[in-house]
Protein backbone atom coordinates (compact mmCIF):
# COMPACT_ATOMS: atom_id res chain seq x y z
CA UNK A 1 0.00 0.00 0.00
CA UNK A 2 2.65 2.95 -1.12
CA UNK A 3 1.47 5.92 0.41
CA UNK A 4 -0.26 8.62 -2.32
CA UNK A 5 2.09 11.61 -3.28
CA UNK A 6 -1.00 13.82 -3.94
CA UNK A 7 -2.20 13.10 -0.85
CA UNK A 8 -2.61 15.99 1.29
CA UNK A 9 -0.69 16.04 4.29
CA UNK A 10 -0.34 16.74 7.92
CA UNK A 11 2.19 17.62 10.05
CA UNK A 12 2.51 16.21 13.50
CA UNK A 13 4.86 15.98 16.50
CA UNK A 14 6.02 12.66 17.82
CA UNK A 15 8.37 11.78 21.06
CA UNK A 16 10.89 9.11 19.45
CA UNK A 17 13.57 6.89 21.27
CA UNK A 18 17.02 9.14 21.35
CA UNK A 19 18.71 5.41 20.17
CA UNK A 20 16.12 4.71 17.32
CA UNK A 21 16.23 8.78 16.40
CA UNK A 22 19.69 7.88 15.70
CA UNK A 23 19.54 4.89 13.13
CA UNK A 24 16.82 6.71 11.52
CA UNK A 25 19.25 9.52 11.09
CA UNK A 26 21.92 6.89 9.71
CA UNK A 27 19.16 5.63 7.23
CA UNK A 28 18.56 9.22 6.04
CA UNK A 29 22.82 10.19 5.96
CA UNK A 30 23.29 7.10 3.74
CA UNK A 31 20.55 8.04 1.16
CA UNK A 32 18.07 5.54 2.38
CA UNK A 33 15.92 8.65 2.69
CA UNK A 34 15.32 11.99 1.48
CA UNK A 35 14.49 12.79 5.23
CA UNK A 36 13.04 12.46 8.70
CA UNK A 37 9.52 12.73 7.54
CA UNK A 38 9.53 10.35 4.55
CA UNK A 39 11.48 7.82 6.85
CA UNK A 40 8.92 7.61 9.14
CA UNK A 41 5.97 8.31 6.85
CA UNK A 42 7.51 4.80 4.98
CA UNK A 43 7.99 2.92 8.06
CA UNK A 44 3.43 4.02 8.69
CA UNK A 45 2.82 2.90 5.69
CA UNK A 46 4.01 -0.60 6.18
CA UNK A 47 2.75 -0.85 9.42
CA UNK A 48 -0.69 0.07 8.13
CA UNK A 49 0.10 -2.48 5.18
CA UNK A 50 1.19 -5.09 7.41
CA UNK A 51 -1.72 -4.99 10.00
CA UNK A 52 -4.14 -4.94 6.92
CA UNK A 53 -2.20 -8.68 6.03
CA UNK A 54 -2.62 -9.86 9.34
CA UNK A 55 -6.54 -8.96 9.40
CA UNK A 56 -7.15 -10.42 5.88
CA UNK A 57 -5.29 -13.39 7.14
CA UNK A 58 -6.73 -13.78 10.60
CA UNK A 59 -10.39 -12.96 8.50
CA UNK A 60 -9.87 -15.78 6.32
CA UNK A 61 -9.23 -18.45 8.76
CA UNK A 62 -12.34 -17.90 10.55
CA UNK A 63 -14.05 -19.34 7.48
CA UNK A 64 -15.52 -23.23 6.92
CA UNK A 65 -13.45 -24.42 3.67
CA UNK A 66 -16.28 -27.20 3.30
CA UNK A 67 -19.46 -24.50 3.83
CA UNK A 68 -17.45 -22.33 1.53
CA UNK A 69 -17.44 -24.80 -1.23
CA UNK A 70 -20.67 -25.79 -0.89
CA UNK A 71 -22.08 -22.15 -0.78
CA UNK A 72 -20.00 -21.78 -4.11
CA UNK A 73 -20.91 -25.18 -5.65
CA UNK A 74 -24.62 -24.11 -5.06
CA UNK A 75 -23.77 -21.41 -8.40
CA UNK A 76 -21.82 -23.68 -10.62
CA UNK A 77 -23.52 -26.92 -12.76
CA UNK A 78 -20.74 -28.90 -12.57
CA UNK A 79 -18.67 -29.63 -8.78
CA UNK A 80 -15.44 -28.48 -7.91
CA UNK A 81 -12.41 -30.93 -8.94
CA UNK A 82 -10.80 -32.53 -5.63
CA UNK A 83 -7.54 -31.28 -4.83
Do not use: C
Not at 45 to 57: E, N, Y
Amino acid sequence: MMYNHTMPKAKVAITVDEQLLAVLDRHVAHGAFANRSQAVEAALDAWVSRLARTRLATESAKLDAREEQRVAEEAREDPWPDY
